[in-house]
């Protein structure tokens, strides 16, 4: 038996909000606000101008290094282009489409006449083509993470743990659209050419697994193991360690260990830009949570603001207390539902107060718990304090860049001590220390 990881907690799930209402496409919204940074990297720079009048599908911004285009989700015309709030905090360009209502297809929305002769190079010039990212929350372009993992990929892994409390949205997408999954698992695989491939999911999705393991009957050499749920089980080091036995070293990658993850909803985008010609311009979207009246999975066009998304959903109830980007271990709050819907946006988490456990008087009591959690193996309490501090050679030294502010630390803590928050300040500080 493979070892499983270290640390992490058991927070409850509260998937049963979702998980059993039928997947809808939403209807689509008046404007859209695509926003230029939708992946790790350098910003898209602009295609179109205000005026123009733009086709669904066609790119709209694109850009050179790190770099993948956005595409226009609906036809209309571009009534602007100015800064707009981001789901991951702040504000960035955002280019702003009256929609017409025809979803008039661009020319170039066409499937591949023979997806089974593509080479390799064709294959991630498609994925770079369609804007495709992980769609997991991590953002990074699929096209740089598929071609830096050609001739280094032992075990290919397909990250099916949806680990996050309230998200279930790749767990719809896999009972709804499971041979579309595995088709773009199997085109992942055509590029990488890995000796195992291995489809990763946590125990509690049994009508997932169920329908998995049938379809898999017909597809040899692709293994689905199901493991213990547990927190934070998806975060991709942890995966590997759970599925291999293999650690990521520090300040590593995983194909330094000779694997390669991608998330379900990225393997759905793999196929669907490859067979049937289509952009990444829609996902979907978990709305969930106590403070929304009607929890869903919502199939949502990027550049939908939150507002809508909630109101597609039945609104919010009296006693919301925040609304989240993501779930409630990692998600970002929002000062505004006039954000957008982003290619790594896979829930919005309205919360309600009985779920507020922050507190005005934190202070920690150095229990250690911080400690015994921490997948990562860090010092929790030290990177606080020192980040507090701007002690950046000692954030440095205590390995701060390898948190991956999975939470777990925070939600073990007794004296509610905003240990995240604290990190994340202490990388942005390492950030501009390094400039």
Not at 10 to 16: A, F, S, V, Y
Not at 104 to 121: G, R, V
Not at 136 to 141: C, E, K, L, V, Y
Not at 207 to 235: F, N
């Amino acid at each position: 038996m493979k070892s499983l990881f270290f640390g992490g907690v058991h927070p409850d799930g509260r998937k049963e909000l979702s998980a059993a209402v039928p997947l809808t496409a939403m209807a689509l919204p008046a404007q859209v606000a695509v926003p230029l940074r939708q992946h790790i990297g350098t910003p898209c720079k602009p295609l179109v101008a205000p005026g123009d009048t733009v086709c669904m599908g066609q790119k709209i911004g694109d850009g050179e290094g790190l770099c993948v285009p956005v595409h226009a989700p609906v036809s209309g015309t571009v009534e602007a282009i100015e800064d707009r709030p981001h789901p991951s905090g702040g504000t960035c360009p955002a280019i702003i489409i009256k929609n017409n209502f025809l979803d008039t297809p661009h020319h170039t929305l066409k499937p591949y006449s023979n997806p089974d002769q593509l080479t390799q190079a064709e294959l991630v010039a498609i994925l770079r083509d369609a804007g495709i990212v992980g769609m997991g929350g991590a953002a990074f372009p699929t096209d740089v993470k598929a071609k830096t993992g050609m001739g280094q990929t032992e075990t290919l892994i397909l990250n099916a743990c949806e680990c996050e409390p309230y998200i279930t949205a790749d767990d719809v997408l896999l009972r709804t659209r499971t041979g579309d999954v595995l088709r773009g698992l199997a085109l992942l695989a055509r590029i990488l050419n890995p000796s195992h491939t291995v489809i990763g999911m946590e125990d509690n999705k049994p009508e997932a697994a169920a329908i998995l393991k049938d379809a898999l009957k017909d597809i040899p050499g692709v293994e689905l193991k199901i493991l213990p749920t547990r927190y934070p089980q998806g975060a991709e080091k942890q995966l590997i360690q759970a599925i291999t036995g293999r650690q990521v070293p520090s300040g590593g990658l995983p194909k330094d260990v000779g694997c390669a993850v991608f998330n379900v909803a990225t393997a759905f985008a793999v196929y669907r830009a490859v067979f049937d010609g289509i952009p990444l311009m829609e996902r979907i979207v978990t709305v969930t949570g106590e403070g929304v009246k009607q929890p869903r999975n919502l199939i949502v066009r990027v550049g939908t603001s939150f507002q809508e998304v909630i109101a597609a959903a039945g609104g919010l109830t009296d006693d919301v207390w925040k609304v989240l980007s993501g779930g409630p271990m990692m998600g970002v709050a929002q000062a505004t539902l006039s954000v957008p819907v982003t290619k790594a946006v896979n829930a919005v988490l309205c919360l309600s107060s009985a779920q507020n456990g922050e507190s005005a008087h934190s202070v920690c009591i150095r229990c250690g718990k911080c400690l015994d959690v921490c997948p990562m193996g860090l010092e929790p309490l030290y990177l606080y304090r020192y980040s507090n501090a701007g002690d950046l050679d000692a954030l440095k030294r205590l390995h701060l860049t390898d948190c991956i502010e999975c939470g777990c630390c925070a939600y073990a803590c007794p004296g509610k001590v905003p240990l995240v928050e604290g990190f994340r300040a202490g990388k942005q500080a390492l950030k501009e220390g390094a400039k």
